[in-house]
T-cell receptor
Framework: GQQVMQIPQYQHVQEGEDFTTYCNSS?????IQWYKQRPGGHPVFLIQ?????EVKKQKRLTFQFGEAKKNSSLHITATQTTDVGTYFC???????????FGKGTTLSVSS | DGGITQSPKYLFRKEGQNVTLSCEQNLNHDAMYWYRQDPGQGLRLIYY???????QKGDIAEGYSVSREKKESFPLTVTSAQKNPTAFYLC???????????FGPGTRLTVL
């Protein structure tokens, strides 16, 4: 079946270092969405990318959608302790009925 | 204040008992979803509903049941047939299956 995979599963960085998480889908996606879940919290929507090759920035966060619309990445520049959490990517299933979530990348940051 | 509410935040039940988790939204969204989250497993879809009085099984529906009698409400019942019910349960809603989902704060269920 359709799958969305994320790597790495865990990443630990020193504060100030950069961080990247990668998302790959087994099928072409109409859009890709990114969510952040803080420890003990619930997922919160960050952004949606729709166009092939699209790049969007939110302050220190840069999101990319691949040319083939099957992969995406989230890059954080100069991480801060407030970036700690699990980052999920998600894309609509082929039937257009629900989102398929990746298993997430958990980021920890030490100061 | 618009959003999704889930209650209770923590729930303890004895093995063999059915338990119902509440999910209410005032966002006027047609679509609602239930997910289960276990450590390292991401979000697994239990049931979803695109419209009132209609719902579909997700990837792990066995041992769960839902109803959608009102647009605002999508309660989830964890039955005694669910072999490993202890988990974090998240409810979400969206105006379209293609668009962003808004999540509730979640219910952490522990079965003793």
């Amino acid at each position: 079946g359709q799958q969305v995979m994320q790597i790495p599963q865990y990443q630990h960085v020193q504060e100030g270092e950069d961080f990247t998480t990668y998302c790959n889908s087994s099928t072409t996606l109409s859009n890709i969405q990114w969510y952040k879940q803080r420890p003990g919290g619930h997922p919160v929507f960050l952004i949606q990318l729709v166009k092939s090759g699209e790049v969007k920035k939110q302050k220190r966060l840069t999101f990319q959608f691949g040319e083939a619309k099957k992969n995406s990445s989230l890059h954080i520049t100069a991480t801060q302790t407030t970036d700690v959490g699990t980052y999920f990517c998600a894309g609509p299933d082929q039937a257009g009925t629900a989102l398929i979530f990746g298993k997430g990348t958990t980021l920890s940051v030490s100061s | 204040d618009g959003g999704i509410t889930q209650s209770p935040k923590y729930l303890f039940r004895k093995e063999g008992q059915n338990v119902t988790l509440s999910c209410e939204q005032n966002l006027n969204h047609d679509a609602m979803y239930w997910y289960r989250q276990d450590p390292g497993q991401g979000l697994r879809l239990i049931y979803y509903s695109q419209i009132v009085n209609d719902f579909q099984k997700g990837d792990i529906a066995e041992g769960y049941s839902v109803s959608r009698e009102k647009k605002e409400s999508f309660p989830l019942t964890v039955t005694s047939a669910q072999k490993n019910p202890t988990a974090f349960y998240l409810c979400a809603s969206s105006d379209s299956p293609y668009n962003e989902q808004f999540f509730g704060p979640g219910t952490r269920l522990t079965v003793l």
